[in-house]
Nanobody, 116 residues
Framework: QVQVMESGGGSAQAGGSLRLSCVVS????????MAWYRQAPGKERELVAR???????NYSNSVKGRFTISRDNARRTVYLQMDNLEPEDTAVYYC??????????WGQGTQVTVSS
């Protein structure tokens, strides 16, 4: 059974930083990509950043230059370093993993709250 577990959410003031972590455990075969999504109240879930095995990561325009995604493949872990946070970054952040067969795995989400 595959488990995706996020950690590192919390509260910060505008201009501050937080770091999210996510680890994939269990029999998920080869992980091809890992990503972070977020969902703010009343809004649809949106992609924040995705990291691939074979190409450069991509970011949403709203976080480009402020957030950095990185991976530790040996530990099946992905990180999201969030700097210069804005109140608009407040959301539940979800970790996503896709294996080499195209199967998708989601975490339960972690709350990030940014105050002005």
């Amino acid at each position: 059974q595959v488990q995706v577990m996020e950690s590192g959410g919390g509260s910060a003031q505008a201009g501050g930083s937080l770091r999210l972590s996510c680890v994939v455990s269990g029999s998920a075969a080869g992980i091809y990509s890992m990503a972070w999504y977020r969902q703010a109240p009343g809004k649809e879930r949106e992609l924040v950043a995705r990291d691939y095995n074979d190409k450069s990561p991509n970011y949403s325009n709203s976080v480009k230059g402020r957030f950095t995604i990185s991976r530790d493949n040996a530990r099946r872990t992905v990180y999201l370093q969030m700097d210069n946070l804005e109140p608009e970054d407040t959301a539940v952040y979800y970790c996503h993993a896709m294996n080499s067969f195209g199967l998708n795995y989601w975490g339960q989400g972690t709350q990030v709250t940014v105050s002005s």
